[in-house]
């Protein structure tokens, strides 16, 4: 019988094996890979990768989907983990994780998938968590997200999703995918997303990763507010001129180095409150 998409799951599946291929091809699955799929969905991307990797662990909301899966692939071979994405803890499903103690050479986790528009936002905030286990991520997404992921300083799509991933990641926007090649077709236009953490020797974290998230939220709010003014109070505490920053600059003007030296700033201040 054939599966009806439901709206309520944001249920769009890919039908165009040319963009599949196209996929699979920039994701490079290796048999010893350890990998999980978001929303496997009628397998589209679920069969390819398994021809290519000796295990896969898929994630799934759908209880009929997940039947499906489950009746087609031993366990052997597939993990159904049967839950909404933004419940699951990815960590748990690491090679370190199974591996246990002292699995420090462990393989990191690859992510991929075609992530539902309703909950395609938070999905990439939430994995945010567990960057430093995770060695990349592949994502099909509403193009209009992946331009604001991928946005600089300047652009007008730059906001609060652009500063926090790019703080964590390397991001390639690789390729679009019409509507055509969705069963049924969405309304907009998809893409392919590249995610890979970055490296060490370019990674900077904030001195409290809570105030930098506050911080950021806080003047992309009032994107339109110069920083001083959606600041508020927070303003007074801030050298500006030692931070390089003008404080009639727009937080979309600011790159994300200066958006941490303020949240470092106001952190040694002890001004924003993280409980």
Do not use: C
């Amino acid at each position: 019988m054939a599966h009806q998409a439901r709206k309520r799951f944001g249920q769009h599946f890919l039908a165009d094996e040319s963009v599949v291929d196209a996929i699979v091809r920039a994701i490079d699955p290796r048999p010893g890979d350890a990998m999980v799929e978001i929303g496997p969905g009628l397998s589209a991307l679920t069969a390819p990768l398994l021809d290519r990797l000796d295990r896969l662990t898929v994630v799934e909301l759908d209880r009929d989907l997940a039947r499906r899966l489950r009746s087609r692939w031993g366990e052997d071979r597939l993990r159904v983990v049967e839950a909404d994405a933004l419940t699951v803890d990815f960590g748990d499903l690491s090679p370190a994780a199974e591996a246990g103690p002292g699995a420090a050479d462990a393989p990191r986790l690859r992510v991929v998938g075609n992530l539902p528009y309703n909950i395609s936002s938070p999905l990439l905030f939430h994995l945010l968590h567990w960057a430093g286990q995770i060695r990349d991520q592949h994502f099909m997404l509403q193009r209009e997200v992946i331009d604001r992921m991928v946005a600089r300083p300047g652009d007008s799509q730059y906001g609060r999703l652009s500063v926090m991933l790019q703080a964590r990641y390397r991001m390639t926007h690789l390729f679009d995918v019409p509507p055509e090649a969705f069963d049924p077709p969405p309304r907009v236009m998809s893409a392919v997303v590249r995610m890979r953490p970055l490296a060490t020797d370019a990674l900077r974290r904030p001195r409290d990763a809570r105030v930098f998230e506050r911080l950021v939220a806080r003047v992309f709010e009032q994107r339109r507010k110069m920083i001083r003014g959606s600041l508020g109070a927070w303003a007074e505490w801030l050298d500006w001129e030692a931070l390089g920053v003008a404080p009639t600059a727009r937080p979309q003007e600011l790159t994300v180095a200066q958006f941490m030296d303020m949240a470092d700033a106001l952190s040694t201040a002890g001004v924003i409150p993280t409980a």
